[in-house]
């Protein structure tokens, strides 16, 4: 079963980048037909896709985050990194990684999610 760990900050100031990492085990994230997301949790609310990568490294993102959001990865180190500029008190949100297979994981279900990570936007 592939496992998935967010880290990074639990706080970010506003105007700043918000950077996590993904670290995958019991994988690799050049599994063909494997795809990589970010997705989040604000308080009271659904999840929402920020975006994804493929097993190609290709990358695709939501409209709603595509101006500011950068998804990266490091194969040697098995991980991909979600960068979210310009953040705002609105971006406070638990943030998951999540591993779909066959599908971009837009809508979900996610085949593996880490545990999440609270990242709080405040000065």
């Known amino acids: 079963q592939v496992q998935l760990q967010e880290s990074g900050p639990g706080l970010v100031k506003p105007s700043q980048t918000l950077s996590l990492t993904c670290t995958i085990s019991?994988?690799?994230?050049?599994?063909?037909?494997?795809?990589w997301s970010w997705i989040r949790q604000p308080p009271g609310k659904g999840l929402e896709w920020i975006g994804a990568m493929s097993y190609t490294g290709t990358t695709r993102y939501s409209p709603s985050f595509e101006s500011r959001t950068s998804i990266s990865r490091d194969t040697s180190r098995n991980q991909f990194t979600l960068q979210l500029r310009s953040v705002t008190p609105e971006d406070t949100a638990v943030y998951y990684c999540?591993?779909?297979?066959?599908?971009?994981?837009?809508?979900?279900?996610?085949?593996?999610r880490g545990q999440g990570t609270q990242v709080t936007v405040s000065s």
């Open positions: 019991g994988g690799s994230i050049t599994t063909v037909h494997y795809y």
């Open positions: 999540a591993r779909t297979e066959d599908s971009w994981g837009i809508k979900g279900p996610y085949d593996d």
